[in-house]
């Protein structure tokens, strides 16, 4: 069983910035995409960003040219760099991975449990 596991949200003023880190755990598994989403109180979760294991990146429009995805595969690590953060990218962030297990060839995709990113003065 894969864990993923968010750090890096909090408190910041419109036009800051903030880093949001997520580290995968778990043995004898490999990862595909992996990306960022987020949810506000009684709205759906969104796509913020992807990208695959070949670097793809992908991104909603509103954070496009404000916010970097990356990864890193050999600490299985996806981060989010966002700039000139906005009072409308308030919400729980969560990462997002797509899984195999050992040479099958089934995906699963897994959650993190979300940090709270706050843009407010």
């Known amino acids: 069983q894969v864990q993923l596991v968010e750090s890096g949200g909090g408190l910041v003023q419109p036009g800051g910035s903030l880093r949001l880190t997520c580290a995968a755990s778990?043995?004898?598994?490999?990862?595909?995409?992996m990306g960022w989403y987020r949810q506000t109180p009684g709205k759906q979760r969104e796509l913020v960003a992807t990208i695959t294991s070949g670097g793809n990146t992908n991104y909603d429009d509103s954070v496009r040219d404000r916010f970097i995805i990356s990864r890193h595969n050999a600490e299985n690590t996806v981060y989010l760099q966002m700039n000139s953060l906005k009072p409308e990218d308030t919400a729980v962030y969560y990462c997002?991975?797509?899984?195999?297990?050992?040479?099958?060839?089934?995906?699963?995709?897994?959650w993190g449990q979300g940090t709270q990113v706050t843009v407010s003065s």
């Open positions: 778990g043995s004898s598994f490999s990862i595909n995409a």
């Open positions: 997002n991975a797509h899984i195999r297990y050992g040479g099958a060839p089934a995906v699963f995709q897994y």
